[in-house]
């Protein structure tokens, strides 16, 4: 079962400085891991099951303080 009602299932937290910087990623309100690009982000979405994933689809990725391209605070 998903909560797409409740919002994009893939919430990708904002930059958090650091060496490398990183993002959190949260799966269905469960953070999963840190992302330091965007194929971070896609492994992560596939550990947990999801295999079809849009970067680009609002409805599935929801990205907090920058889109995609944003990895530098």
């Not at 998903?2 to 893939?10: E, S, Y």
């Not at 609002?58 to 990895?71: D, I, N, Q, S």
């Amino acid at each position: 079962m998903t909560d797409h009602h409740l919002g994009a299932p893939i919430v990708v937290s904002g930059v958090v400085p650091g060496d490398p910087p990183f993002r959190v990623v949260q799966i269905h309100g469960n953070p999963v891991g840190i992302a330091r690009d965007m194929l971070d982000v896609v492994r992560l979405a596939h550990q947990a099951g999801l295999t079809h994933v849009d970067l680009d689809d609002p409805a599935l990725v929801r990205w907090v303080g920058g889109g995609k391209y944003r990895w530098t605070p």
